[in-house]
């Protein structure tokens, strides 16, 4: 018989939700869920009936199968955690309130930090294997994209106070609260590296600099012309850029470089002093713009034209596209709609809910990249 706040499970789930489970649980395995609840603090003192690595797993759970409710994802993670080896005893699940109060307990630090240890962290135990870098100038960089995209919550009291209300002049659109989300992502791999959420309100520079703070000077940030104002503290970190120039923006030529770009200054303004913040060296490369042949003009603070050359950079920029598909990756996971609306109903959830999302988005990229990986070898070996 079942204990207060469990149901039987109903035999539903293909046998395609049970793989999917079973690889979720191979991406982020048990020790691992088990090491960042520990570094986070939230390992339970005496058995519980949701422990909290499977309040992980089934926050996992529940972003995988986001067209699924609560009691739907509980009976398709029972199922395939027991299919892949990784449940014993008979197959009872939480009821919807139990998984709440779980959700709320565990809250989002534990998938945070997940996040940190497989995307971010060198030593992390599990990660994306990178693709070998093109045999060309840009092999010193590690290119890093900055995008930005928002997601609608519930509209509840407490999301309001934290993301917002909503607009009330354009319902159709901004019928809700929203969240905003801005992200690294990285050429190399293809997935997404940090991110950071803020209020709707908010935007890309505004949220950069939570997001910059752990690159090295091997890093070269992608972004367009709205990082301007973030020269000053990028700048005085070390850290490297390259963006579109503004069409309409005075850059004079200082002196003229042997690969075609040439060196300008540039003033950078104080916004909320109200005066110039500074003079800044940039290097200024002419480029024919993504698929046509007007010219832009891209700003880098790279200056040895010698060892990064015009061209080089040039090429690369006209790769950000692929950054910017990483988010969009992400909300066509959870829908077709042009308007996604999140599950969690207060702010911490939907912050736990977001890092979810993010974990499935870089598991598949891993299990791509696996894939794409082990082609060569078969065709080494002549395996079909």
């Given at each position: 018989m079942p204990r207060a706040g469990q149901g039987k499970v109903a035999p539903v789930g293909r046998l395609s939700d049970r793989i999917a489970v079973g690889l979720l649980v191979r991406a982020f395995p048990p020790h691992l869920v088990d090491r960042v609840i520990a570094d986070c603090g939230r390992?339970?003192?005496r058995s519980r009936l949701l422990p909290?690595?499977?309040?992980?797993?089934?926050?996992?759970?529940?972003c995988l199968f986001s067209?699924?409710?609560?009691?739907?994802?509980?009976?398709?993670?029972?199922?395939?955690?027991?299919?892949?080896?990784?449940?014993?005893?008979?197959?009872?699940?939480?009821?919807?309130?139990?998984?709440?109060?779980?959700?709320?307990?565990l809250g989002a630090e534990p998938l945070a930090a997940l996040f940190a240890a497989v995307a971010g962290s060198p030593s992390a135990l599990v990660s994306v294997p990178q693709q070998p870098r093109r045999r060309d100038d840009r092999a010193r960089w590690r290119a890093l994209g900055l995008d930005s995209t928002v997601f609608s919550v519930p509209d509840s009291a407490e999301n309001r106070e934290r993301f917002g209300a909503p607009v009330g002049n354009c319902p159709a659109q901004h019928a809700f609260p929203e969240v905003r989300v801005a992200a690294l992502t990285?050429?190399?791999?293809?997935?997404?590296?940090?991110?950071?959420?803020?209020?709707?309100?908010?935007?890309?520079?505004?949220l950069v600099d939570g997001l910059i703070t752990d690159l090295t000077r091997g890093d070269l940030l992608l972004v367009d012309d709205c990082f301007t104002d973030r020269w000053p503290t990028t700048c005085a970190m070390g850290r490297n850029l390259l963006w579109r120039a503004h069409p309409r923006a005075q850059l004079p030529v200082c002196r003229t470089l042997t690969d075609g770009s040439y060196l300008t200054e540039i003033t950078v303004a104080d916004r909320d002093?109200?005066?110039?913040?500074?003079?800044?060296?940039?290097r200024v490369i002419t480029a024919s713009a993504l698929g046509g042949a007007q010219s832009c003009r891209l700003?880098?603070?790279?200056?040895?034209?010698?060892?990064s050359p015009a061209r080089a950079l040039a090429a690369l920029y006209h790769e950000r596209g692929m950054l910017a598909r990483c988010l969009q990756d992400m909300r066509a996971h959870l829908t077709s709609e042009p308007r996604i609306v999140l599950?969690?109903?207060?702010?911490?959830?939907?912050?736990q809910?977001?890092?979810?999302h993010l974990l499935i988005h870089h598991a598949v990229r891993m299990s791509l990249h696996s894939a794409a990986s082990d082609i060569p070898s078969l065709r080494a070996t002549g395996s079909p």
């Open positions: 390992t339970e003192q909290a690595r499977l309040v992980v797993y089934f926050v996992l759970a529940m067209a699924e409710s609560y009691c739907e994802v509980a009976q398709l993670l029972a199922h395939g955690m027991t299919w892949a080896g990784h449940a014993q005893g008979p197959l009872w699940v939480p009821t919807t309130a139990a998984i709440s109060r779980a959700r709320a307990k990285d050429w190399a791999s293809g997935t997404i590296a940090r991110a950071v959420f803020g209020s709707r309100t908010l935007t890309d520079a505004a002093a109200g005066r110039a913040a500074g003079r800044f060296t940039a700003l880098t603070t790279v200056l040895d034209h010698a060892t599950r969690s109903r207060w702010p911490e959830g939907v912050e809910e977001l890092w979810g």
